[in-house]
């Protein structure tokens, strides 16, 4: 195990002197590294002692390191271990400006709203000119950087002893080899245009050779090693669409793994990257008495669309209901008439059981009712349909289009 190795193993396990011992020692080979410096910033800022000039020292020598680089997760970082250290150090207007770089960076990061309030508790105990409160610090700093080694060349010293003459040879630092990325900060992205998804699992250091990768018409998955001798196993089952797996790719990057999944339905935007509908599997055959298997999903199903509503017994299924009220009565064999009431059944009958259930329905209403079926079918462009009068009289009915749909102007 390279010193990196050992560093990040006491960091976990909370041996923070031994932390920085062996991050001292990983510099020393690689004076590079800017998560080194990341590191060891946070074993001084928990050593006990603490050691806060060092860990602000390593984190500004991080954050110079990161940002001529132009690594925006590594910036984040060092800028966070940057603010957290000046804190420490009383810094509280300068730590407070750093904080808000990290937020204009990532306004996500959980610890934020934390370090706010234990920032403007401190402030507002300060006076508006006390030296704590005030704002010295650049977004950037200049800090003279380590020189950087150059481990291919040999650097030599003659020493006498015994009438010889001894060469001392600095041997080259070995390449970290495998997934440098931790398990649990490896994150996945995506995104979308007419005719592709890609989608981008940020792991530093996917060995190619040993990748498994697995691309299906609604489902992909991607297994890997890691240093710690398990296997990183990532899938997305099932996909919200189908793709076209012959015109599908995956690469392996130094920092991710990209796929570009073909959409079988150019021009389909998905709403989001995974299906919550289940996948079931059927065969059908195919000449030659070939069987294929064949992913069906319920979303692809005869159901009807689904409408939005707020109703708060939920969705209704209209069509059911249509099918119910639109039945023809049983005939009452006394009396001989249908049971209707003012022979409206007669009047729908033999048309779509739909709109004659919706006929019937407004026939029957009072204008309230009436006023709001038309304002609520017009408005939303046939997408809603309302009886409550007291809503829709507020205001314009906006089109809410079914579920995986999108309205567009016409």
């Given at each position: 195990?390279?010193?990196?190795?050992?560093?990040?193993?006491?960091?976990?396990?909370?041996?923070?002197?031994?932390?920085?011992?062996?991050?001292?020692?990983?510099?020393?080979?690689?004076?590079?590294?800017?998560?080194?410096?990341?590191?060891?910033?946070?074993?001084?800022?928990?050593?006990?002692?603490?050691?806060?000039?060092?860990?602000?020292?390593?984190?500004?020598?991080?954050?110079?390191?990161?940002?001529k680089r132009g690594k925006r997760e590594l910036i984040i970082q060092a800028q966070l271990r940057r603010a957290i250290a000046l804190f420490s150090l009383e810094r509280y207007g300068d730590s407070r400006q750093c904080f808000e770089w990290v937020k204009q960076m990532d306004e996500n990061d959980k610890s934020l709203k934390i370090w706010?309030?234990?920032?403007?508790?401190?402030?507002?105990?300060?006076?508006?000119?006390?030296?704590?409160?005030?704002?010295?610090?650049?977004?950037?700093?200049?800090?003279?950087?380590?020189?950087?080694?150059?481990?291919?060349?040999?650097?030599?010293?003659?020493?006498?002893?015994?009438?010889?003459?001894?060469?001392?040879?600095?041997?080259?630092?070995?390449?970290p080899e495998g997934v440098q990325t931790p398990a649990d900060k490896i994150r996945h992205e995506w995104y979308q245009t007419q005719d592709h998804v890609v989608v981008s699992l940020f792991a530093k250091g996917v060995p190619k050779d040993k990748a498994t990768i697995d691309i299906q018409a609604h489902s992909l998955a991607i297994s890997?090693?890691?240093?710690?001798?398990?296997?990183?196993?990532?899938?997305?089952?099932?996909?919200?669409?189908?793709?076209?797996?012959?015109?599908?790719?995956?690469?392996?990057?130094?920092?991710?793994?990209?796929?570009?999944?073909?959409?079988?339905?150019?021009?389909?935007?998905?709403?989001?990257?995974?299906?919550?509908?289940?996948?079931?599997?059927?065969?059908?055959?195919?000449?030659?008495?070939?069987?294929?298997?064949?992913?069906?999903?319920?979303?692809?199903?005869?159901?009807?669309?689904?409408?939005?509503?707020?109703?708060?017994?939920?969705?209704?299924?209209?069509?059911?209901?249509?099918?119910?009220?639109?039945?023809?009565?049983?005939?009452?064999?006394?009396?001989?008439?249908?049971?209707?009431?003012?022979?409206?059944?007669?009047?729908?009958?033999?048309?779509?059981?739909?709109?004659?259930?919706?006929?019937?329905?407004?026939?029957?209403?009072?204008?309230?009712?009436?006023?709001?079926?038309?304002?609520?079918?017009?408005?939303?462009?046939?997408?809603?349909?309302?009886?409550?009068?007291?809503?829709?009289?507020?205001?314009?009915?906006?089109?809410?289009?079914?579920?995986?749909?999108?309205?567009?102007?016409?």
């Amino acid at each position: 195990m390279d010193q990196a190795a050992k560093g990040a193993a006491a960091l976990g396990s909370k041996d923070f002197p031994a932390a920085v011992t062996h991050y001292t020692n990983a510099i020393a080979a690689n004076s590079q590294a800017v998560d080194y410096y990341i590191k060891r910033s946070t074993a001084y800022t928990r050593i006990s002692p603490p050691d806060h000039a060092a860990a602000f020292s390593d984190a500004e020598i991080a954050l110079t390191l990161a940002s001529k680089r132009g690594k925006r997760e590594l910036i984040i970082q060092a800028q966070l271990r940057r603010a957290i250290a000046l804190f420490s150090l009383e810094r509280y207007g300068d730590s407070r400006q750093c904080f808000e770089w990290v937020k204009q960076m990532d306004e996500n990061d959980k610890s934020l709203k934390i370090w706010e309030m234990k920032l403007e508790t401190k402030l507002k105990a300060l006076s508006d000119d006390d030296e704590k409160a005030k704002i010295l610090v650049k977004q950037y700093p200049d800090v003279e950087l380590p020189a950087k080694k150059d481990s291919r060349k040999s650097a030599t010293s003659t020493g006498v002893e015994s009438g010889k003459s001894t060469a001392i040879v600095t041997e080259q630092a070995p390449k970290p080899e495998g997934v440098q990325t931790p398990a649990d900060k490896i994150r996945h992205e995506w995104y979308q245009t007419q005719d592709h998804v890609v989608v981008s699992l940020f792991a530093k250091g996917v060995p190619k050779d040993k990748a498994t990768i697995d691309i299906q018409a609604h489902s992909l998955a991607i297994s890997f090693p890691l240093p710690t001798g398990s296997d990183y196993d990532f899938s997305l089952d099932p996909l919200y669409g189908e793709v076209d797996v012959a015109a599908s790719t995956a690469k392996v990057m130094s920092t991710k793994v990209e796929f570009t999944l073909q959409k079988s339905s150019p021009g389909e935007m998905w709403p989001q990257l995974e299906s919550d509908m289940p996948v079931i599997e059927a065969e059908t055959e195919e000449k030659g008495g070939e069987v294929k298997r064949v992913a069906l999903a319920d979303r692809n199903s005869k159901s009807g669309p689904f409408y939005p509503t707020s109703s708060k017994s939920g969705p209704k299924n209209w069509d059911k209901v249509a099918d119910e009220l639109t039945k023809k009565p049983k005939k009452d064999k006394k009396h001989g008439d249908e049971g209707g009431e003012d022979g409206l059944e007669d009047d729908y009958e033999g048309a779509d059981p739909v709109n004659g259930f919706f006929q019937s329905l407004y026939s029957r209403a009072d204008p309230d009712t009436k006023r709001a079926m038309m304002k609520s079918y017009q408005e939303s462009n046939g997408t809603a349909l309302s009886t409550n009068w007291a809503e829709v009289g507020k205001g314009k009915v906006e089109t809410q289009p079914p579920n995986g749909m999108e309205a567009k102007p016409w």
